[in-house]
């Protein structure tokens, strides 16, 4: 079986930082996706990683360990139109993909 | 480059009629996936597609539902027919190795 769990809700001010987790169980891993996704709209496609580490693109970066099964995205300078759902997913060697029932976000003046 | 499209956008029937989407992925992708998503969850893989073979169709209701991507792009998914359950929004996604788009979605209510 394969298990994503991440937290259902989280609150921050705009400006700050925020970290949202993901941890997952798995067999063959083949890489984890992470989604935003604001209401009445479909998941948009935000990171990608396959290896150890951390990947940065602008605003937002987002690390992975392997061998803790574990995933978070990293989101600076919060703006307003963060308030979404953060996605995350993970994808086995079949390119089987499963979700985790997604964060909802929400930014605070 | 356009991206993943689906139609129609909104479709709202009477429950026991049929019903059924459409998909276009990106082009070169040849993995395509239908997932099913309901409020406040993540979407539910109900089938996925190497090309034009169904590789993983274990979560979808094979009573009611059936799918088919003839020629290995176009995808329909079908539902005949329809139940009060089937309420929710319809995705569209293809991949290549090292991402995977969503199409916009069909907001299916079935009354």
């Known amino acids: 079986g394969q298990n994503i769990d991440q937290p259902t809700e989280m609150t921050a001010t705009e400006g700050a930082i925020v970290q949202i987790n993901c941890t997952y169980q798995t067999s063959g891993f083949n890489g984890l996706f992470w989604y935003q996704q604001h209401a009445g709209e479909a998941p948009t496609f935000l990171s990608y990683?396959?290896?150890?580490g951390l990947e940065e693109k602008g605003r937002f970066s987002s690390f992975l360990s392997r061998s803790k099964g574990y995933s978070y995205l990293l989101l600076k300078e919060l703006q307003m139109k963060d308030s979404a759902s953060y996605l995350c997913?993970?994808?086995?060697?079949?390119?089987?993909?499963?979700f985790g029932a997604g964060t909802r976000l929400t930014v605070k003046p | 480059e356009a991206g993943v499209v689906q139609s129609p956008r909104y479709k709202i029937i009477e429950k026991k009629q049929p019903v059924a989407f459409w998909c276009n992925p990106i082009s070169g992708h040849n993995t395509l996936y239908w997932y099913r998503q309901n409020l406040g969850q993540g979407p539910e893989l109900l089938i996925r597609y190497e090309n034009e073979e169904a590789v993983d169709d274990s979560q979808l209701p094979k009573d009611r539902f059936s799918a088919e991507r003839l020629k290995g792009v176009d995808s329909t998914l079908k539902i005949q027919p329809a139940e009060l359950g089937d309420s929710a929004v319809y995705l569209c996604?293809?991949?290549?190795?090292?991402?995977?788009?969503f199409g916009p979605g069909t907001r299916l209510t079935v009354t």
């Open positions: 996604a293809s991949s290549s190795p090292y991402e995977q788009y």
């Open positions: 997913a993970v994808r086995q060697n079949n390119n089987d993909m499963r």
């Open positions: 990683n396959v290896l150890d």
